[in-house]
């Protein structure tokens, strides 16, 4: 028996809820340097100021972007849930506004290794998450890696962060072909929305969706949203050096509102799938097993 198959068991057994009343949103990247971990800490302000509770899963263990943008040193992550019996509400780091931020720390590493009293514990706890936060945000390493991929197939929506340049392009494309070509792929179950960052215009912005849905179209047969752009802004510049939120530190900046835009536009959005495939859903999917 598998770790997933392990995972339905317990949620059987103990008749835990699976009703999803939190929207997951997936933030990657076919490279890294193209404002992913901005993206993530950007969106999270605007979905606040818009009146949701959010909380940012920092999956990207290689770095530390979104702890250093938010000022904030987590005492404690995910690993801390699955080996030390802390609830997942300990964990939880406060960030600018209440947003809330969990670090992944080696804690999904670990997932293909749990006992089943450790699954047990791990799924009460992150059923909290659906009373704890509206919207879920995951921000993952950049790159085509098996973890990476991991979250990406178990997200109901996947934000594609590219830019202009032709090595950003060429990796994008990298991790639509590595989506389409798993096994594990649900045809309809993944949305992914391209959003162009460092733009010098939004027709720049659409000519970097256009050759991207060209592409995947073409050699992939798939389908590709265009949610939106980031024009380049000295101001969101300054905030990145500083490291601070640009939303935060210069609201009225043509980058911050776009990134309201942009949130604005995932919160309109007519789809229901993130009810069926939710926080529950994402980590089913993490626990297969990879042997």
């Keep these: 028996m598998d770790q997933a198959e392990n995972l339905r068991n317990v949620i059987k057994a103990h008749n835990i809820k699976s009703v999803e009343n939190t929207k997951v949103i997936t933030i990657t990247s076919g490279k890294g340097g193209v404002g992913k971990s901005n993206m993530a800490v950007n969106l999270a302000v605007q979905f606040t100021r818009m009146g949701k509770k959010v909380i940012i899963l920092d999956a990207d ?3 530390a972007n979104v702890e250093v943008m938010f000022g904030t040193l987590p005492n404690y ?3 801390d849930v699955i080996f030390k019996g802390k609830s997942i509400r300990d964990i939880i780091t406060e960030g600018p506004l209440g947003i809330g931020f969990i670090s992944g720390g080696s804690g999904v590493v670990g997932l293909n290794n749990l006992k089943s009293e450790q699954i047990t514990f791990l799924v009460h706890n992150l059923t909290l998450l659906n009373d704890l936060c509206d919207i879920l945000i995951i921000d993952t390493g950049a790159g085509v890696s098996d973890q990476v991929m991991e979250f990406v197939l178990a997200s109901p929506e996947v934000l594609l962060i590219s830019t202009p340049e032709p090595s950003s392009l060429t990796d994008s494309y990298s991790l639509m072909k590595a989506m389409y070509k798993s096994d594990r792929y649900i045809e309809g179950g993944t949305n992914v929305h391209l959003v162009a960052n460092k733009v010098t215009s939004e027709s720049e912005g659409k000519a970097v969706y256009s050759k991207m849905l060209s592409v995947v179209q073409k050699f992939l047969g798939g389908k590709l949203d ?4 980031v024009p380049y802004d000295s ?3 300054k905030a990145v ?3 601070k939120v640009v939303s935060l530190e210069y609201p009225q900046s043509k ?3 776009s990134f ?3 949130a604005l536009k995932l919160l309109q959005k007519d789809d ?4 069926k495939w939710g926080v529950l859903h994402i980590f089913n999917t993490l626990l297969k097993d990879r042997a």
């Excluded at 265009?226 to 752009?229: D, H, K, M, W, Y």
């Design 61 to 63: 263990f290689g770095l």
């Design 77 to 79: 992550n995910l690993s």
């Design 226 to 229: 265009f949610l939106g752009c």
């Design 235 to 237: 101001y969101l510049e």
């Design 241 to 243: 050096r500083n490291q």
């Design 255 to 257: 980058a911050a509102k």
């Design 260 to 262: 309201e835009s942009l």
């Design 272 to 275: 229901m799938t993130h009810y």
